[in-house]
C-alpha cells in the first residue's frame, strides 16, 4: 500500500450530510461532498493487511461477510490514494457494474470484514467507491461502449433490477442482442421504485439505463410477460430467457382488522410515493407509452394490451387508485411495523410528506451497542444502527421512533373501514419446546398507538408464482427458483445433441433467424471440452456445475427471485454469474468475468 501507517495516521472520517430538519424539507440526496485531499486521507488508511477480508464475499453466521461482488477494495483505495483515480475506477468497474448504486445503498459488509476494524474502525470504503464513480462520471470517463461484434444470439431478461441490468449488461458485452422486460412504467426495478430519491436519486438511475440503452440494449416499459405477453412468444424469439423479476410477493401480518383501510405493504407505500414525486418534479420518460425499439413481441406488446384490468395500464391502475384516495402520510400518525432498510425508508418518506407523528414497532430485542462474544469479526455486525430515518424522527418528535419487542395485536377502527390506530402487546423472547427461541407476550403491557396510515414492512417470502407456473419451473422449499444441476438434466434428455444437429439458435427458430452473425455456429452442450474454464470451475466438464439453470431448457434466473431476499451487490454478482453461463450456454465458452 502506498502509506504502510495510514491507519495509524488518520482517523475514520464519512461525509457530512445536510441537517436532519433540513433534508426533510427536500427529496434529494443529502451527504455532501467530500475534497480529494480527504479522500485521498481516508483512502490512505486502507492497510497492508496480507489477507484482506474486506471483499471475501461469503455468507457467515447467516450474513454476508466482506463484499458479495468480491470488490478488488485494497487495489483501488490505493489508486485513490495515489491520485490515480481513472485507473481506481477501472479497477471498480471490474467487478462490480453499477458502483454508483451499491455505493449509495449497500449496508457495506466489506466495512464489517475490514481488518482494520478488528481493533480500531474500518476504512470508509463505501464513500471512497461513491466518490471513485461519481468522479468518473464528472470527468466523462463513463461513456457508452458497445460491443464490436454481434453474435446473432438473443436474450430476454424479465426483471430490471440489480440483477436484471447487471446480466444485460454483462451478455450485452459478449455481443448477444438483449431485450430486457420490465412491468412497471421505468426501468430499474427496485432501484427506481424500492428505494426513495433521497437514499438514490432516480436521475443517477436513469443515467446508468441510458448508458446501457446507447450500449444497444433494448428496454421494454409497462410489460409483464405472461399477462401483458405471452411467455411462450418471449421464448419463441429468443435463444435463452433470464428470470431476474426479484423476491415481490410480500409477507402478511394476518391480525384481526387487517381489511382496514389505510394498512399498506411498505412497498406500495414507498412505490406510490415516487410515482408522485417523480409526476410532481416532471421527471424523465413522464409518460405512459410502452419504452421499446424491439422488432420483435415487444413491439406488439405496443400495439396490444390483454383485457386485464380492463384493459389499463400500470400507470392507468395507479392514476385511478390515486383518483379515488392519495396515498401519503401528510397530516397523519404512523405506524410503520418492521425494521430493516425497508422500515427506515418508510419512516423518512412519512416524515417528508409532512406526518403527524411516526412509530416504529420492532419484534427483535434491541442490539447491543457493540459486538457480542457470538458475533466476533469479519462477520457482520449485529450492533444497533440509528439510519437516516431514524435520525430524522427523533429530531422532529425529540426521540427514536423504534419499539423494540413490541408486537402488533390488532388493527382498531371507530367506523369499521378505516383503521384509527395498532394495539400493541410488549413480547420476550424465550426458548420454546424445540429449544429456539419464541416470543412469548408479557401480561398487562397491552398498548394502542394512534395510526391512520399503518405500514408493513415485513420483507418478502419470495417471488410472484405467476410466471413461474406458466413455465412449470421447479421451486425450491421457500418458493424460490431452483436451480443448479438441471443442466445434466437438459443434456439427458437429449435436447443438446438435437441442438447440434440442427444448429438452432433460438426455442425453435432457425439460425437464420438470428441474423448473419449467428449462420454456421451452432449451439455446443452443457460441459463442452472448448469452454475454456469449465463451468464449474477450471477443467469442469460437468453440467450440473449450471449454478443458474432452471429445470425448463434455456431458461436461467438470477437475484431475488433464486436466492431470495437479499442485498444489491448479491443481485448484481447473482446477473453477472448468470449471465456467464448463459454465454456458455449460447457459445460453448465465455470471456465474460
Not at 485513490?80 to 459488509?109: I, M, Q, S, Y
Not at 415485513?458 to 443448479?484: I, K, W
Not at 449451439?523 to 443458474?548: H, I, M, N, Q, W
Request: proline share 6%.
Amino acid at each position: 500500500m502506498g502509506k504502510a501507517t495510514g491507519f495509524l495516521d488518520y482517523s475514520r472520517v464519512t461525509p457530512s450530510e445536510d441537517g436532519a430538519l433540513e433534508r426533510i424539507e427536500h427529496w434529494n440526496e443529502f451527504a455532501e461532498k467530500m475534497d480529494g485531499e480527504h479522500l485521498r486521507q481516508q483512502a490512505a488508511r486502507c492497510m497492508d493487511c496480507g489477507t484482506p477480508y474486506c471483499h471475501a464475499g461469503r455468507i457467515l453466521s447467516g450474513m454476508a461477510a466482506g463484499c458479495p461482488l468480491n470488490n478488488l477494495i485494497p487495489e483501488w483505495n490505493d489508486l485513490v490514494f495515489r491520485g490515480d483515480w481513472r485507473n481506481a475506477l477501472d479497477r471498480l468497474h471490474k467487478r462490480n457494474n453499477f458502483p454508483e448504486f451499491t455505493g449509495r445503498v449497500c449496508p457495506a459488509p466489506c466495512e464489517g470484514s475490514c481488518t482494520g476494524g478488528l481493533i480500531g474502525s474500518p476504512v470508509t470504503i463505501k464513500s471512497l467507491e461513491k466518490s471513485i464513480v461519481d468522479r468518473g462520471f464528472e470527468e466523462g470517463w463513463i461513456v457508452p461502449e458497445p460491443p464490436l461484434r454481434r453474435t446473432g444470439r438473443k436474450v430476454a431478461v424479465i426483471g430490471s433490477g440489480p440483477a436484471g441490468l447487471a446480466c444485460a449488461a454483462q451478455l450485452n458485452k459478449a455481443g448477444h442482442t438483449v431485450t430486457v422486460y420490465e412491468r412497471a412504467d421505468r426501468i430499474g426495478g427496485l432501484l427506481t421504485y424500492g428505494i426513495p430519491n433521497m437514499k438514490l436519486e432516480k436521475k443517477t438511475v436513469q443515467r446508468r439505463v441510458d448508458l446501457l440503452e446507447a450500449e444497444g440494449i433494448v428496454f421494454v416499459t409497462n410489460t409483464e410477460v405472461g399477462r401483458d405477453i405471452p411467455v411462450w412468444q418471449v421464448r419463441a424469439h429468443h435463444d435463452a430467457i433470464v428470470l431476474a423479476g426479484g423476491a415481490t410477493a410480500a409477507r402478511e401480518l394476518t391480525i384481526e382488522g387487517r381489511g382496514l383501510d389505510g394498512i399498506h405493504q411498505a412497498m406500495d407505500y414507498l412505490t406510490a410515493s415516487t410515482k408522485k414525486m417523480l409526476s410532481d418534479s416532471g421527471s424523465y420518460a413522464d409518460s405512459g407509452e410502452k419504452r421499446t425499439n424491439d422488432d420483435g413481441p415487444a413491439k406488439q406488446a405496443t400495439r396490444r394490451t390483454l383485457d386485464l384490468n380492463n384493459g389499463a395500464t400500470n400507470r392507468e391502475r395507479y392514476s385511478a387508485f390515486t383518483a379515488k384516495k392519495e396515498l401519503s402520510a401528510a397530516g397523519r400518525d404512523v405506524v410503520v411495523i418492521g425494521g430493516g432498510d425497508t422500515g427506515t425508508d418508510c419512516v423518512a418518506t412519512a416524515l417528508r410528506q409532512g406526518c403527524r407523528s411516526v412509530v416504529q414497532l420492532e419484534i427483535m430485542p434491541e442490539p447491543p451497542s457493540a459486538r457480542p462474544a457470538d458475533n466476533p469479526w469479519p462477520e457482520y455486525p449485529r450492533v444497533k444502527k440509528t439510519d437516516y430515518g431514524q435520525r430524522e424522527a427523533e429530531a422532529v418528535q425529540g426521540q427514536d421512533p423504534r419499539r423494540y419487542m413490541t408486537s402488533a395485536k390488532r388493527f382498531l377502527s371507530e367506523t369499521g373501514e378505516s383503521v384509527c390506530g395498532v394495539q400493541t402487546v410488549r413480547i420476550e423472547w424465550r426458548s420454546g419446546p424445540d429449544g429456539r427461541p419464541m416470543p412469548y407476550e408479557v401480561p398487562g403491557s397491552e398498548e394502542v398507538f394512534p395510526a391512520q396510515l399503518v405500514l408493513l414492512a415485513l420483507g418478502f417470502t419470495g417471488p410472484e408464482q405467476l410466471l413461474l407456473q406458466q413455465l412449470e419451473l421447479e421451486s425450491d422449499a421457500r418458493s424460490n427458483v431452483h436451480t443448479g444441476g438441471h443442466g445434466r438434466e437438459w443434456a439427458s434428455r437429449g435436447e443438446a445433441a438435437a441442438w447440434r444437429a440442427r444448429g438452432a439458435t433460438s426455442f425453435g427458430a432457425s439460425s437464420a433467424e438470428a441474423g448473419g452473425a449467428g449462420r454456421g455456429v451452432t449451439r455446443l452442450p452443457f460441459g463442452a471440452s472448448s469452454s475454456p474454464a469449465g463451468l464449474g470451475g477450471p477443467g469442469s466438464s460437468d453440467p450440473v456445475a449450471f449454478l443458474y439453470a432452471t429445470s425448463a431448457e434455456g431458461i436461467f434466473a438470477a437475484g431475488d427471485m433464486r436466492r431470495g431476499q437479499s442485498l444489491v451487490a448479491w443481485a448484481i454478482r447473482e446477473g453477472r454469474e448468470a449471465a456467464r453461463e448463459v454465454d456458455r450456454y449460447l457459445t460453448g465458452g465465455t470471456g465474460l468475468h
